[in-house]
């Protein structure tokens, strides 16, 4: 059965499961965690130092959460899934498995991330998106299987993101078309 070990100073809720499914490796999360009411966590999850999680927040099997990560309320982390430090996933955020999250990223209200490029037609795996480092995903934006959003890059609110983005841009639109990256964006994320 899955075990739970928790660093100093962990807050975790009456009404949470930690350490959920039959795994061999336990459920590891760091100091100063806060894991808030109706979250499951599965087994074989490492998470780093600062952890804090909304409501009803699920992280399935196989993750890798590095330090100082928020996720937002009824946000879902499909298994097999590394995110990196300093990351913030904001409200009803969708995570799929096989997507890999750089550090100091920053994820908006809703966004889904996607990891199957012909859904129950076809058998040809699962690739999820890999977001680099410093870049932000905006509101319910969409990124489909497999793309790559390069460091610092940006993704306006709403865009459908069906192709790379590089490094330093802009992609806005649907499907999204890449832009320079406006001045006021350039630069790292300033996440606390």
Partial sequence: MSRFVCGDDCTVDDD???GHGEFDAPTRVGDGATIRAGSIVYGDVTIGDEF????????REGTTIGDDVLVGTKTVIDGQTTIGSH???QT???IPTETTIGDNVFIGP????TNDEYPIRTDDGLEGPTIEDGA???ANATLLPGVTIGENAFVAAGSVVTDDVPPDTLAVGTPASIRELPKPLEG????A
């Avoid at 809703?110 to 991330?113: D, F, Q």
């Avoid at 790292?188 to 996440?191: D, V, W």
């Fill in 16 to 18: 949470v499961t930690v």
């Fill in 52 to 59: 804090t999680t909304g409501h009803d927040v699920l992280v």
């Fill in 87 to 89: 990351v913030s996933l």
């Fill in 92 to 94: 009803n955020v969708y």
């Fill in 110 to 113: 809703s966004a889904a991330l």
């Fill in 136 to 138: 932000s995903i905006g």
């Fill in 188 to 191: 790292a994320n300033q996440i």
